[in-house]
């Protein structure tokens, strides 16, 4: 099973450093692991950093990718749509993107469980860039699951959609994590679907790696006082899980 670490990983905007020396115990396939910090605190700079669109200090290191696998596939927060596309051919050029111009049969129907799945297969034929921001957002998914990567780093995924969709899209990527043996990365502001989805959790704050680790250990009301300045308390909901239940803002 793929495994991701980082090792003294820094990254820095010209003379600006976003952070500096994350270090990380191995992260393994199967798992979601939330990356979790306030605004500004460099979740989309790190993701950059390990997906080498950004270099810095330190090393990523993937281990045990399989033959045919991308190592690491970044989905961004904003996903445009410039591009003059229907939802399928969008998704079939991210399949192909970087191979071959040929297409087999059983390409095509991994697209078409993909859509099935995400529940849009009917916005196959539509025009990219009249789609909602929530299904765009339900498409770039579908464009990162098909390129079949190893480590798959998901920028605020759930962003643009209702409640329902993304309870639904959090239970697939639970379970096509498990099932495909994928690595999945998930930068999140909604701390509830990182406790309910993800079973690590990451926390970056001024700069810094402050916590990692089984997000039940890790997302406490200290953590929430110090990194969120919010009065809070974790308490299980009707159905036994936790959430955050958040009684007010520090001053
Ligand atoms: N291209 C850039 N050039 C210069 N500074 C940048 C650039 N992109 C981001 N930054 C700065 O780097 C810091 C981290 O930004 P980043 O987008 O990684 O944070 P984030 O944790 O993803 O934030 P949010 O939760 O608001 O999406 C911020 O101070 C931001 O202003």
């Given at each position: 099973m793929v495994t991701l670490a980082l090792d003294k990983v820094g990254a820095r905007y010209g003379r600006a450093?976003?952070?500096?020396?994350?270090t990380t115990a191995p992260m393994h396939g199967g798992e979601l692991t939330a990356l979790i910090g306030?605004?500004?605190?460099?979740?989309?700079?790190?993701?950059?950093?390990?997906?080498?669109?950004?270099?810095?200090?330190g090393t990523v290191v993937v281990e045990e990718v399989r033959e045919g696998r991308r190592p690491i596939c970044y989905m961004p927060q904003d996903t445009g749509a410039n591009a003059v596309l229907t939802v399928y051919e969008s998704i079939l050029l991210a399949a192909k993107q970087g191979g071959g111009w040929r297409v087999a049969d059983?390409?095509?129907?991994?697209?078409?469980?993909?859509?099935?799945?995400?529940?849009?297969?009917?916005?196959a034929f539509r025009d990219l860039g009249a789609l909602s921001g929530g299904q765009r957002q339900l498409v770039a998914i579908a464009q990162a699951l098909v390129r079949k990567p190893e480590v798959l780093l998901m920028d605020e995924p759930t962003s643009a959609l209702d409640l329902f969709r993304q309870i639904e899209v959090l239970e697939f990527m639970a379970?096509?994590?498990?099932?495909?043996?994928?690595?999945?990365?998930?930068?999140?502001?909604?701390?509830n679907h990182a406790l309910r989805y993800?079973?690590?959790?990451?926390?970056?704050?001024?700069?810094?790696?402050?916590?990692?680790?089984?997000?039940r250990e890790v997302i406490t009301p200290e953590?929430?006082?110090?990194?969120?300045?919010?009065?809070?308390?974790?308490?299980?909901?009707?159905q036994g899980r936790l959430q955050v239940i958040v009684d007010g803002a520090l001053g």
């Open positions: 450093t976003v952070f500096e020396d994350i306030p605004n500004a605190a460099g979740k989309s700079t790190l993701f950059k950093r390990i997906a080498s669109l950004l270099s810095g200090p059983h390409e095509l129907s991994e697209i078409d469980s993909i859509l099935k799945a995400l529940r849009i297969s009917d916005l379970s096509i994590a498990k099932s495909e043996g994928m690595a999945v990365l998930i930068a999140l502001h909604d701390l993800c079973s690590q959790t990451m926390v970056i704050n001024g700069g810094r790696l402050i916590a990692s680790g089984p997000t953590l929430l006082r110090d990194v969120y300045r919010v009065d809070a308390r974790i308490e299980p909901c009707s």
